[in-house]
Each structure stands twice: as structure tokens, then as C-alpha cells.
């Protein structure tokens, strides 16, 4: 193995050396899974960004703190419930949690992260959770990877998992991640769930350089259904445990590692888009020719989150119009004499005007699982990518009967 | 009739003095009349507020130009076809349109304003344009008004007309209107088509102040879908011919004038929302305790364009933390131990957390056609009220086989 021959594979975040995880029914759910447990054989560097939401849940103010020290050894997740707005109490409830976790462990309370997923405002039934994480840490695996990741889940509808290997001093090195979330997408600084695990030997600050990165160029760059969770989180355990003499400064090490982070972030990425709830299709929209980084990502997260552009995408309607409104909405530099338009993979519109095409071939194409959106803003040079889904009618039923 | 008792009537923008109207069909749409002339029997003043898209369509950029003038007589509206992004062709069609028009009239091109709304990206069948041109001229009424309004409408389900009466210097003086737009609203100066008549004889500055007020506390506050049209527009036509004294200072007539315009305002802004595109319920959504007008809108309008809120509206599912996730993404300060939520007139979260309250009651709140959401983010005192709709199967359907 060369050191930049990335071969994904469907390992978990177990895959590492050195971590355990397992995944449980504890009653917060109606059925499947609803406790998570991951935890390192030893202390790990953890790195972690979290939600911009102005109401950030309980969990979120306290990892934000925790993840200051640069040291956590266990995660313990819940999916069900948010424990986001519930006051005193669900504060007192987090706290509760991660005591009980880090007692059963041996480990200080300081050491254990808390995520959790769910419905906004109502208490969390701790007898349930607790009574949980004493079956969690029962059945703690280093087989259960899998196990972890569907008891993240809350309307995905399948569990999300991956691993990448690479090579550094001839060790083989491996990451793993785990993510969640199908809908409350729109990632500002973080998406939902994203939560990696490594054995590199890496420094802190350069762990952390590494992980905004892969983070800005994958989670930041996905969106559902425009809206920013409450608890959006998404954390990297780096646990030292591959062997290989630690990574210090910048070199051609610290290079294949975060390339590495990030096509595996990437892939957890456009796994949730693809996912989104109800979705059928991922949607990959690509701006070109915009004058600066920043427009590029406004006008292609615009477009990326356009219901009409999302409909037509459901419907196999090459109604690129909805492009060139989405984008000229955003408020970024078009010139109108030279934009133009690539609709699933069909010119559809140049210098700025509609171009005659094969609308029946353009339908056919539209067909596909997998569709791209190309806009060219005409004004510059700098491009941006951005994932999303189609808007269908299950997306009303999920979010329409999701509570009742 | 008093100064101040403004009497809301069916009315149309025919029932001010020296209007005249017609709608009919010329094949731009399958059935359904698709063209709308309005004529003034003398010059009047003029003032309009149009789309921030930077892709604005042939027709805002006409207009925007002829308005700097003060002064049109006609407006010729066509619904099908929006004319945007059709090169230099469809720019020479909206001067053709404007010029047919104008020879028939016997006026000026200048003195006639033209507006196009529809499918983006195809150029004008300008053969049928031009013959429709004709027909409506040939039937021109004071009693045009309703076929007017039906003439505009894309996907609406009902023509939207009004009028409002005032008293002045013994006068009576009479605003009327008509709007359309049901999908790609989210107004961003103004929205779709506003229409506005008045007999009033009032200085052009006067008139522009009471307009861009009206529109702003009407228009600007209401949002169906978060996209912002090509072809959003908005126009007030003022003949004089009521016979008042000429308002020229902000006196007593001019508040009273402002008053009137703002009333119908707001109620062709809240139709066109409850009749959103596939919509079953007018929301309106009100934000207290904001520390500044600008944030007190900010969230209302994050909260009124969520998906998450509006498929739960449609479900009757009192799941208001969405309210709160959507507040707390605007990124507007919320004080987090004093934020309260109102859900459908029941309280469900005060002092920054849940409260114990009757689900089965919040549900049969939610099932009326008016559904009203109230937060206050506990860091101001200042507020602000948006109008939208639920996101239903319907909308899905409409938007995703608009084309094909």
C-alpha cells in the first residue's frame, strides 16, 4: 500500500485500532436501536464543530466546553430525543448521563462526550437512558461498529458507516466515521452527526487544521432542507494507537492524512444527502465562474436548497429556469451576457440565453439516481460544489407525521 | 363616510375612477385567459418597486426605466410566459409588445408599462402575443376588472381583487388592486404582481412614500416558497381623477390615503399567501421581543420559509421546537432563559423551556384554516409579523409536473 492509494471501504468507527462501540434498544424510540457507546482503550485528542444555531441543545454547550480540554476517551449518544429546550432540568439530565457513562467505564465524567438526537422540548425519560448505558457498555465490541451506527439513526433509512486506510512510517493507519441525519440539514458549521475515529498519532492543532478542512469541504457543503439543527455536531477521536511516530508538523504525513479525513468525510457527506428524507436522487450542483470562494458557495447552497429547483428535480423537469431565478436570488455577480447552464449533464443556456435542446433526452437523463446541475455565473473564475436531494412527497409525509 | 373608516370591498382596480380593463385568452397558457390590458383615460402618475434577482427578466428592466419618468397610461400583462433569459430577442419582444399596445391605444410606447409572468428560458410565441393584443384592446370596460385579475393568474386558484374607499375633501377616493403569485415568493423589495389604481390626485414624491411603506409592511413581509421570482413587480397607478384637492404635504389626507393603501396591501399580500401553491392554511407568524426591527423579521421570515414548521402545520402536529430550531438559525439574539412559544394560540414554552400542555387541544387548534405562531425571543421589546403557508403533497405535485 502506497501512501496515497485511498481505498474506501465499508469499515465502521471500530475499524481503528483501539476503539469499542455498541448500539442497544433502550425504549426512546418506538423500535430499532436508540443508544449508542463508542469508546477508545485510551485517552484520544478529540477535535470537534459544532451547530451555529443560537438555541444550541444541552449537549452542544457541553461538549463545546469538554472538547476545549483536547482530551475525551467515550461518546455515548442517544437518538429520540433531542433534550434541546427543556430547561434546568435537561441540563442536569446531560450532566446525569455522562456520569453515569463515565462511572460505569472507570473513567472521569470529564473524559465522556454526550450527543443526542431527536424531538425539540421534551424531557428525556432518564430511567430509560440509564438503564441504557448499563446495556450499552455490557456489549461494548470492538466488532460493533455497525451496531453504533444504526443506533444513531433517526429518519435515515439506512445506517451510515465507512473507513479509509493509509499508509504512514509503514504502519497502516485507519479512520473511521459514522454519521446520521436525513433531515434539520443545512450544516453551519457542522451537520448533524459526523463522528470519526482514528488510531494516527497526530498533535492536536494539527488534528484540528486537518478536521476544519475536511469538515468545510464536505458537511459545510451539504444541504437537505435548509434548516440548522440544534444539535449539530461532528467530533474526531485520534487515539495514537496505529504505531506510527507522531505527525508534528506539516509534512507529506500530516498531507496524506487530511486527504485522507477528507474523502472520507466527503463520502459520510454525500451518504446523508443522498439519504435525505424522502429523497430519490442526489443532486450534486456545481457553480462556476463566480468572482469569489464565498459567492460560489452562496449560489450554489441557493440553488441546493431551492424547492423549485428540488420539485423539478423529483418531477425529471428540465426546468432549468429555476437555476438562473435560485441563483440570481442569492445576490452574487452574474453577468448576464455570458452565464450558462449544463442541466443533468445538457447545455441548456448560453451567453446568457436559452439554447435549443433535446428536451426528451434531457427528461431521460434527469432519470438518473445520481444528477448534476452545472451554472457558469459568467464573472469569474472560482467554483464551488454542493450536495443535496430531490423535494418528494415523502419528505411532506416524514415531516407532517412525524410526531403524531 | 369619515376620513378613517376604510370599508374593504370585492372591488377591482377598475372601481377607482377613469380605469378601464380587460382579460382574455390568446394561447399562451393551455385554457384560462392569459392576457390583461389596463388603461387609464388620462396620463397618470406612476411608482413601482421591483425584484432584487439578479436576473431580472426583459420586462423589470423596461419598466424599472419607465417608472424613473413618473408617468404611464396602459399596462399590458401576459401570464405563460415569464420572457426571462431569452436574449435579445425577448428584449426586442417586450419593446414590440409595448409598441403593439401603444399604437392601438393611440399613446405614447413610453406611456405603457408590460409585464410577463410564466416559464422561464422560452422565447414569446409573439404571433399569438400580438393578435391577443388586438382582442384586448377590442374589449376594454369599466367593468374590466375581474376579467383583468383572472387574466394574471399562473398556478392561483382564485383571482385576487379588491378595493378600499376613503373620504377626502369631501370626495369619495378609491384604491384598487389585483395580485398574483403563488409559487417563487419569497419577496425581496416586492413580490410576483401587485396592481394598484387610485382616482387620487396626489405628488408623485407623496405618493412613492405611502407605497413603499404599504409595500414593505405588505408584500415584503410574506413568503410562500424562500425564492425570489425574476419577475416580481409591484405598481401603483394614480390618475386623479376623484377630484380631490391635489395632496401635496404629509397632511391629514395623505396619512389617511397611506392608511387605505396599507390596509389593501396587506390583504392582497395575505392572499396571495393563503393561496400559496398548494396550500390548506394561512399562517402568520409574529416574533416579540426582538432587539431590532431588522432581527425581529429576520426570524420571522427564517420561520415562515421553514420546511420542518410548514409540513408540520400541514400535519396539525404541535411540534414547535421546529419554531424555536428555525428562530435560533436566523442567528438573531434569543435570550435563552426568557424566550416563550405561542403554537396556534396555546402556550408551550416559556421562561427559555417546555411547559406542560394539551396536545389533543393544540391539535384541534391546528386544524383551523388560520394558524398563528407566536415566539418572543426574550432580548428586546421590538416585533415584526410574516404571512406564509403549510408545504403540502400538493406543492410537491404542482412544482414537480409544472413542465411536463
Same mark, same amino acid.
Not at 485511498?6 to 434498544?25: D, E, L, N
Not at 507522531?246 to 454525500?270: T, W
Not at 423537469?317 to 449544463?342: C, H, M, T, Y
Given at each position: 500500500?502506497k501512501?496515497f492509494?485511498?481505498?474506501?471501504s465499508?469499515?465502521?468507527?471500530?475499524?481503528? $485500532?483501539?476503539?469499542? &462501540?455498541?448500539?442497544?434498544?433502550?425504549?426512546?424510540?418506538?423500535?430499532n436501536?436508540?443508544l449508542?457507546?463508542?469508546?477508545?482503550?485510551?485517552?484520544?485528542?478529540?477535535?470537534?464543530?459544532?451547530?451555529?444555531?443560537?438555541?444550541?441543545?444541552?449537549?452542544?454547550?457541553y461538549?463545546?466546553e469538554?472538547?476545549?480540554?483536547?482530551?475525551?476517551?467515550?461518546?455515548?449518544?442517544?437518538?429520540?430525543?433531542?433534550?434541546?429546550?427543556?430547561?434546568?432540568?435537561?441540563?442536569?439530565?446531560?450532566?446525569?448521563?455522562?456520569? $453515569?457513562?463515565?462511572?460505569?467505564?472507570?473513567?472521569d465524567?470529564?473524559?465522556?462526550?454526550?450527543?443526542?438526537?431527536?424531538?425539540?422540548?421534551?424531557?428525556?425519560?432518564?430511567?430509560?437512558?440509564?438503564?441504557?448505558?448499563?446495556?450499552?457498555?455490557?456489549?461494548?465490541?470492538?466488532?460493533?461498529?455497525?451496531? &453504533?451506527?444504526?443506533?444513531?439513526?433517526?429518519?435515515?433509512?439506512?445506517?451510515?458507516?465507512?473507513?479509509?486506510?493509509?499508509?504512514?512510517?509503514?504502519?497502516?493507519?485507519?479512520?473511521?466515521?459514522?454519521?446520521?441525519?436525513?433531515?434539520?440539514?443545512?450544516?453551519?458549521?457542522?451537520?448533524?452527526?459526523?463522528?470519526?475515529?482514528t488510531?494516527?498519532?497526530?498533535?492536536?492543532?494539527?488534528?484540528?487544521?486537518?478536521?476544519?478542512?475536511?469538515?468545510?469541504?464536505?458537511?459545510?457543503?451539504?444541504?437537505?432542507?435548509?434548516?440548522?439543527?440544534?444539535?449539530?455536531?461532528?467530533?474526531?477521536?485520534?487515539?495514537?494507537?496505529?504505531?506510527?511516530s507522531?505527525?508534528?508538523?506539516?509534512?507529506e504525513?500530516?498531507? &496524506?492524512?487530511?486527504?485522507?479525513?477528507?474523502?472520507?468525510?466527503?463520502?459520510?457527506?454525500?451518504?446523508?444527502?443522498?439519504?435525505g428524507?424522502?429523497?430519490?436522487?442526489?443532486?450534486?450542483?456545481?457553480?462556476?465562474?463566480?468572482?469569489?470562494?464565498?459567492? &460560489?458557495?452562496?449560489?450554489?447552497?441557493?440553488?441546493? $436548497?431551492?424547492?423549485?429547483?428540488?420539485?423539478?428535480?423529483?418531477?425529471?423537469?428540465?426546468?432549468?429556469?429555476?437555476?438562473?431565478?435560485?441563483?440570481?436570488?442569492?445576490?452574487?455577480?452574474?453577468?448576464?451576457?455570458?452565464?450558462?447552464?449544463?442541466?443533468?449533464?445538457?447545455?441548456?443556456?448560453?451567453?446568457?440565453?436559452?439554447?435549443?435542446?433535446?428536451?426528451?433526452?434531457?427528461?431521460?437523463?434527469?432519470?438518473?439516481?445520481?444528477?448534476?446541475?452545472?451554472?457558469?455565473?459568467?464573472?469569474?473564475?472560482?467554483?464551488?460544489?454542493?450536495?443535496?436531494?430531490?423535494?418528494?412527497?415523502?419528505?411532506?409525509?416524514?415531516n407532517?407525521?412525524?410526531?403524531?
Amino acid at each position: 500500500m502506497k501512501n496515497f492509494d485511498f481505498i474506501p471501504s465499508r469499515g465502521t468507527v471500530t475499524s481503528p $485500532k483501539g476503539y469499542k &462501540a455498541s448500539g442497544i434498544y433502550c425504549g426512546l424510540k418506538r423500535k430499532n436501536k436508540d443508544l449508542c457507546l463508542l469508546v477508545s482503550d485510551s485517552p484520544a485528542t478529540v477535535v470537534g464543530m459544532f451547530t451555529s444555531n443560537n438555541v444550541p441543545a444541552h449537549c452542544v454547550v457541553y461538549n463545546k466546553e469538554r472538547v476545549q480540554s483536547g482530551r475525551a476517551q467515550a461518546l455515548i449518544v442517544n437518538a429520540g430525543n433531542a433534550n434541546c429546550c427543556t430547561g434546568q432540568r435537561g441540563w442536569l439530565d446531560n450532566l446525569t448521563i455522562a456520569e $453515569k457513562t463515565a462511572a460505569l467505564l472507570g473513567l472521569d465524567a470529564g473524559d465522556v462526550l454526550v450527543l443526542s438526537t431527536g424531538v425539540i422540548g421534551e424531557p428525556m425519560p432518564m430511567n430509560k437512558v440509564k438503564n441504557g448505558i448499563a446495556m450499552a457498555v455490557e456489549v461494548l465490541s470492538y466488532d460493533g461498529g455497525v451496531d &453504533a451506527a444504526r443506533a444513531i439513526m433517526t429518519t435515515d433509512t439506512v445506517p451510515k458507516h465507512f473507513s479509509i486506510e493509509l499508509e504512514l512510517d509503514g504502519k497502516t493507519c485507519t479512520i473511521g466515521a459514522m454519521a446520521k441525519g436525513s433531515g434539520m440539514i443545512h450544516p453551519n458549521l457542522a451537520t448533524m452527526f459526523g463522528i470519526f475515529t482514528t488510531d494516527v498519532a497526530i498533535d492536536r492543532t494539527l488534528l484540528d487544521a486537518a478536521f476544519r478542512d475536511a469538515v468545510n469541504d464536505s458537511f459545510n457543503m451539504m444541504t437537505v432542507d435548509g434548516e440548522t439543527s440544534t444539535n449539530d455536531t461532528v467530533l474526531l477521536f485520534a487515539n495514537g494507537a496505529a504505531g506510527n511516530s507522531r505527525i508534528i508538523d506539516k509534512n507529506e504525513n500530516h498531507a &496524506a492524512f487530511a486527504a485522507a479525513l477528507k474523502q472520507i468525510a466527503k463520502e459520510a457527506a454525500k451518504a446523508i444527502a443522498e439519504d435525505g428524507e424522502g429523497a430519490t436522487k442526489l443532486v450534486t450542483v456545481t457553480v462556476d465562474g463566480a468572482v469569489s470562494k464565498e459567492e &460560489a458557495i452562496r449560489a450554489a447552497k441557493s440553488i441546493a $436548497k431551492s424547492l423549485l429547483v428540488k420539485t423539478a428535480i423529483f418531477g425529471n423537469d428540465p426546468n432549468w429556469g429555476r437555476v438562473v431565478q435560485s441563483a440570481g436570488a442569492s445576490g452574487v455577480q452574474i453577468n448576464l451576457q455570458k452565464f450558462g447552464v449544463e442541466f443533468a449533464g445538457v447545455k441548456v443556456a448560453e451567453n446568457g440565453g436559452a439554447i435549443p435542446f433535446d428536451r426528451e433526452e434531457t427528461i431521460q437523463m434527469l432519470k438518473n439516481k445520481n444528477v448534476q446541475i452545472k451554472i457558469d455565473l459568467g464573472a469569474g473564475s472560482i467554483s464551488a460544489t454542493v450536495f443535496t436531494c430531490d423535494l418528494t412527497y415523502d419528505y411532506v409525509t416524514i415531516n407532517a407525521e412525524y410526531h403524531t
